[in-house]
């Protein structure tokens, strides 16, 4: 690859040097300083005028300082007079805020969006944003991969008898997901109602609060017997997922597996999950970040590597070939 430089961010350094290996390319040098007012700094270590540049910065838990380096990194390189830049962000952070949900609340996913165009990029490489209404908040091209097809070679590989299985959404807004694996498998689906609803206790006061709000699950499909998939692009808390594996189980279910695109997994939620018998695995990709801390805290947990896809999209990127390739074949 001709022209080309690619740099790293430090929020996933091993995601990073996987891609990297994959093309077998190194990273070009890059300094990431902090000042003492935790102010922070980019020195890039090498011309790039008139290079296509690949900026790799996936979101962490860090997420506002790994976002600040993004853009300074983005920004250096353009007013160095860099030909195009792609930031390669695996797990796009705060693309869970894609809308308002209060009346006064923030549409935060847009003000990342301005605030790359601002900083200078030119092009997105992302995966399994939350919302796909993400896309449009760009001016410039976006590229949202998919994790389906290397999680579909994961069930195949690991689980014979997975047509014998149920895919599972854990609730209506994931069904457009499940039913794009089932039918790339041939498997059966089910889904998950959540009905909440309101209990009255009237020996409180209206200021105690005068009532609590429940929820109810419903299975909507047959899971005596059979292992069942319960498929997100991210986990980051665990009830709900805990409450619907609990509830697969109930309904006889042989095996209950977790697969999600981002592992976050914030705060406890590993021992949560390591202590749930209805739980048999959770699997994840390496999108983001899961330090080796937590995961020797875990026996369930299953790491997907997805640096192949990222590579063979930059790569394709660089050389201007199609990356629809990408939507159907695990690399």
């Known amino acids: 690859m001709r022209n080309v430089k690619i740099f790293t961010g430090s929020s996933h350094p091993e995601l990073s040097a996987l891609i990297l290996d994959r093309l077998n390319l190194s990273a070009a040098p890059a300094v990431m300083k902090r000042f003492s007012n935790a102010e922070t700094a980019v020195e890039i270590g090498v011309s790039v005028r008139n290079e296509d540049v690949f900026i790799i910065q996936s979101g962490s838990a860090a997420v506002n300082d790994h976002l600040m380096e993004l853009l300074i990194m983005i920004n250096a390189c353009k007013i160095a007079s860099a030909r195009r830049i792609t930031a390669v962000l695996p797990y796009f952070p705060y693309n869970k805020q894609s809308k308002k949900k209060k009346a006064r609340g923030a549409i935060t996913a847009k003000l990342v969006a301005n605030m790359l165009a601002v900083a200078g990029v030119d092009h997105i490489i992302t995966m399994d944003l ?24 994961y069930m195949r590989d690991f689980h014979p008898n997975y047509q014998q299985g149920v895919v599972i959404s854990k609730n209506a807004g994931g069904a457009k997901r499940v039913t794009s694996l089932a ?12 009905e ?20 109810r699950l419903t299975l909507v499909g047959d899971v005596k017997g059979k292992e069942c998939f319960i498929i997100d692009d991210i986990i980051d808390g665990t009830h709900s997922f805990l409450d619907a594996s609990e509830h697969l189980k109930k309904c006889e279910a042989s095996k209950v597996y977790i697969l999600a695109t981002h592992g976050i997994l914030s705060g406890n939620a590993l021992k949560e999950i390591e202590d749930c018998a209805a739980v048999d695995q959770v699997i994840v990709t390496n999108s983001y970040p899961v330090p080796e801390s937590k995961r020797a805290l875990s026996t369930k947990l299953k790491v997907i590597d997805i ?19 990408l939507f159907q074949v695990p690399v």
């Open 183 to 194: 039918d790339r498998l041939k498997m059966d689906f089910a889904l998950i109602h959540r």
């Open 196 to 215: 909440r609803y309101h209990i009255e206790q009237p020996q409180r006061s209206k200021r105690e609060g005068a009532g609590s709000v429940e929820t």
């Open 130 to 153: 939350h919302s796909s209404q993400t896309q449009g908040f760009f001016k410039s091209p976006v590229d949202n991969l998919v994790s389906e097809p290397c999680i579909a070679r």
């Open 307 to 325: 640096s192949g896809v990222l590579a063979e999209a930059i790569r394709r990127t660089h050389n201007g070939e199609s990356i629809s390739y």
